[in-house]
């Protein structure tokens, strides 16, 4: 072998040996960040999130102002398509990250520690005085008179050009009685649930049919599910063609094909504990509200999304500890509404996704409502928020 040959035999060497050395520090920073504690890995991946969203925002901001006229009417066109869908979805980020990062940590303990002393120096102060101790035990009643002669005020004027429109209320004041007549035990029914369930479904479709911004935002929601089992539906025509999918619309084709995709995707989400924590913060409303415990509120909140079947789920760990009025409850919940897979297919069929999602909500509070008044609890209940911890599917 002559020199030439030695020496290309060296580089040639060196650059094998090389590769291997360059690989190995690429995995090993993988392997480093990897074996990084889960905090530390979720505050890193926070931050690229944060960071990447961050400028994508800043660049869709510069082209805006520059490609659009200045003004509130531009923006407010694209609040459901657009730069302005755009804002409202980073806003809820911005929020997002502030309550993780800020508010849990730093503000809420800062809170807790000043608003609990205050609280229960004016509960002893009002112990003290007897006539506080009236007034503080008649202020619910006084709330809901005037919140029923307010309700009643405005039925009597929204309805003075066609009062069959009352109608409607005469059978919710139906139900009502019939699950007061039917309930176990009339004497311990907390009508707290009862008046705060009833008036959730009324405030809620106050909100989504009169009012015109409830009626917007309900409208864009609904555009965007239907958009989401559009590629559904695209999906489907790809294995079995456009003619069984668009043209014959097949049962076994399309409509299933659509309840098989949004299981998916529920059960993604609740992969990555994002399901979790939507149901969780609903069923604390839901909790704080009406005065129901968290098994009950949560297995409510997660039939909104889920069926009768997949809800309880999230609560197996203590479902052997709920009590009976729970768990009727529970199976109320699982009746009241619809699963989204379902949901879904009712909506391939032609139904409006407005109004199957305004109804799933409004069932919320409304299976509450009426379990609480057939079934009232008499139970000491065992599971409390402190001891419920999330479950993972």
């Not at 619910?140 to 109608?167: A, E, G, M, P, Q």
């Not at 009727?328 to 391939?348: E, K, P």
Request: charged letters at 15%; aromatic letters at 14%; proline letters at 3%.
């Amino acid at each position: 072998m002559n020199d030439t040959q030695s020496t290309e035999v060296i580089v040639n060497d060196n650059e094998k040996d090389s590769v291997p050395n360059e690989t190995k520090k690429s995995k090993n920073g993988l392997k480093h960040i990897l074996n990084l504690p889960k905090a530390q890995r979720t505050y890193l991946t926070s931050s690229l999130v944060f960071a990447a969203f961050t400028s994508f925002f800043a660049w869709a901001t510069y082209y805006y102002i520059q490609e659009t006229d200045s003004g509130w009417e531009p923006l407010r066109a694209t609040t459901c398509n657009g730069y302005g869908f755009l804002l409202i979805l980073y806003c809820f980020f911005i929020f997002g990250y502030i309550n993780v990062y800020i508010l849990k940590p730093i503000v809420y303990p800062a809170y807790k520690s000043f608003h609990e002393p205050t609280v229960s120096k004016i509960k002893q102060s009002i112990k003290e005085r007897p006539k506080l101790v009236n007034v503080t035990r008649n202020a619910d009643k006084i709330f809901y008179i005037v919140f029923l002669v307010v309700i009643v005020i405005y039925l009597v004027v929204d309805t003075s050009d066609n009062r069959h429109r009352l109608v409607p209320l005469s059978g919710l004041i139906v139900f009502l009685l019939i699950g007061y007549i039917v309930s176990n035990n009339k004497s311990e029914i907390n009508w707290r649930t009862v008046i705060w369930g009833t008036i959730l479904q009324f405030i809620f479709g106050l909100l989504t049919i009169r009012w015109e911004v409830g009626r917007n935002i309900l409208d864009c929601v609904g555009d965007k599910v239907n958009i989401l089992l559009g590629y559904a539906f695209k999906a489907a025509e790809f294995p079995y063609g456009s003619n069984l999918v668009a043209t014959q619309q097949v049962f076994a084709f399309k409509s299933l094909s659509t309840v098989f995709f949004i299981s998916f995707l529920v059960n993604i989400l609740y992969y990555y504990g994002i399901m979790q924590k939507v149901v969780g913060s609903i069923g604390a409303f839901l909790q704080w509200i009406m005065g129901t415990s968290i098994c009950e509120s949560v297995n409510s909140a997660a039939n909104i999304f889920l069926g009768m079947t997949e809800a309880p789920l999230l609560l197996s760990p203590y479902l052997k500890n709920l009590t009976d009025s729970e768990i009727h409850s529970i199976m109320t919940s699982g009746f009241a509404t619809v699963a989204g897979s379902v949901m879904a297919g009712y909506i391939s069929y032609g139904a409006r996704a407005q109004d199957l999602i305004t109804a799933s909500i409004m069932s919320a509070p409304a299976a509450l409502c009426f379990s609480k008044l057939m079934y009232p609890e008499t139970e000491e209940v065992v599971m409390h928020k402190e001891n419920i911890e999330e479950v993972e599917m």
